[in-house]
């Protein structure tokens, strides 16, 4: 599977938008990239995916350029209920998740 | 929207007790996992199901460790003989692949196991 790199925490204000990006460099050819959010005491929510480009659904944008050796996860207008760890997570889809530590999110007033 | 549940929400047990956790996934996913995180570490995953038979295991999961489908409905995990290092919560994750190649894993709430 291949190894992502995210930052360990990012502090935001409501209203704001926050882009947390992911590294990849050895992502392959069938590897999706998909990230994960998750508030203390719950279960992995799905958020996004994306193979190539930009995919946007009504939650979050999912950037990732040609190479595909990052991609950008991008929350737009934040509030306190988006403080959460935020995983990226890159492996073909009928496999075995990998969670790293994550980016924890924190949004405050 | 469909969920997958889990049970109990918290499950408290004696060191070498066996404990059942249970899941319900989603009706028509096909592909079911378990997975743990102990308080203030990663999720890590455990087992993959599908087509009634493992798919494939991690190192964690070792003959302690059993799953089955015994119905149409419901995937456990069973541990049979619990240690203090058990103490984690357990996540249940199904998934259904789609035809367009992007497949999610849907998980639970949880159940937190604690092992006294």
């Known amino acids: 599977l291949a190894k992502t790199t995210q930052p360990i925490s990012m502090d935001s204000y409501e209203g704001q938008e926050v882009n947390i990006t992911c590294s990849h460099n050895n992502i392959a050819t069938n590897d999706y990239i998909t990230w994960y959010q998750q508030f203390p005491s719950q279960g992995p929510r799905f958020i996004i995916q994306?193979?190539?480009t930009k995919v946007t659904n009504e939650v979050a944008s999912l950037f990732i350029p040609a190479d595909r050796k990052s991609s950008t996860l991008s929350l737009p207008r934040v509030s306190l209920s988006d403080t959460a760890v935020y995983y990226c997570?890159?492996?073909?889809?009928?496999?075995?998740?990998?969670f790293g530590a994550g980016t924890t999110v924190t949004v405050r007033a | 929207e469909p969920e997958v549940t889990q049970t109990p929400s918290h499950q408290v047990t004696q060191m070498g007790q066996e404990v059942i956790l249970r899941c319900v996934p989603i009706?028509?996913?096909?592909?079911f996992y378990w997975y743990r995180q102990i308080l203030g570490q990663k999720v890590e995953f455990l087992v993959s199901?599908?087509?009634?038979?493992?798919?494939?295991k991690s190192e964690i999961f070792d003959d302690q460790f059993s799953v089955e489908r015994p119905d149409g409905s419901n995937f456990t995990l069973k541990i049979r003989s619990t240690k203090l290092e058990d103490s984690a919560m357990y996540f249940c994750a199904s998934m259904q692949p789609g035809t367009s190649g992007t497949d999610t894993q849907y998980f639970g709430p949880g159940t937190r196991l604690t092992v006294l």
């Open positions: 009706s028509n996913h096909l592909y």
């Open positions: 199901f599908y087509n009634n038979e493992i798919s494939e």
């Open positions: 994306g193979y190539k």
């Open positions: 997570l890159v492996g073909p889809n009928d496999y075995k998740l990998s």
